[in-house]
C-alpha cells in the first residue's frame, strides 16, 4: 500500500513540474517587424455576401469589393461559379497599388430555396492566388394564389 501511495505521489509531483513553465518559455520575444510583401496584394471587404431572403426572379446581382493592397499590377485571372446558377464577372484590367475592383456575381434567383455557393478567384496575388468567395440567401417560392371556397351545391 505505501509503494501506491509513493508512486501515486511521485506520479502527481511529475505532473505539477511539467505544468511549470521553463525559463526559456518565459522570456518575452522581441516582436518580428511586419514585412511587407513585394507585388500585388488582394483584400476583400467582404468574403460573403448574404442576400438575406428575397423574391423569386428578383435581382441576382451583387458585388465582391477588392483593394490591391500591394505594390503592383493586380490581375485577376479568373473567378468561376460553383454551378451554371452563380455568374461572376471579374474586371478586365488590372487594378494598380490602393485602387478598387470589384467582381460582380449574379445568382440565378429562379431557384426557390435556400442556397450556398462559391466563387474561386485566381489572380496573382502574391501567396494568395486562389480565393473562395461565397454567397448565400433563400429564394422564396412565388406566393400561391387563393382558391376561391367551391359554391354550396343545391340540390
Known amino acids: 500500500m505505501k509503494k501506491i501511495l509513493l508512486v501515486a ?8 513540474n511539467a505544468q511549470t513553465p521553463n525559463a526559456k518559455s518565459t522570456t518575452a520575444q522581441p516582436a518580428q517587424p511586419t514585412q511587407s510583401v513585394d507585388g500585388p496584394q488582394i483584400t476583400f471587404e467582404n468574403e460573403t455576401i448574404d442576400y438575406g431572403t428575397i423574391e423569386h426572379n428578383a435581382d441576382g446581382n451583387r458585388q465582391f469589393v477588392f483593394t490591391n493592397s500591394g505594390n503592383k499590377p493586380l490581375v485577376i485571372e479568373s473567378a468561376q461559379g460553383s454551378c451554371g446558377c452563380t455568374v461572376p464577372t471579374p474586371p ?3 487594378i494598380q497599388p490602393g485602387q478598387k475592383g470589384f467582381i460582380s456575381v449574379k ?5 426557390v430555396g435556400q ?8 489572380s496573382n ?5 486562389t ?9 422564396l417560392p412565388d406566393p400561391q394564389p387563393a382558391t376561391p371556397a367551391a359554391a354550396p351545391i343545391k340540390s
Open 131 to 139: 480565393k473562395v468567395l461565397t454567397i448565400k440567401g433563400n429564394v
Open 125 to 129: 496575388a502574391v501567396g494568395n492566388e
Open 9 to 16: 505521489a511521485l506520479f502527481y509531483m511529475g505532473l505539477a
Open 92 to 94: 478586365k484590367d488590372p
Open 115 to 122: 442556397f450556398t455557393k462559391n466563387v474561386t478567384v485566381r
Open 107 to 111: 445568382y440565378a434567383t429562379d431557384r
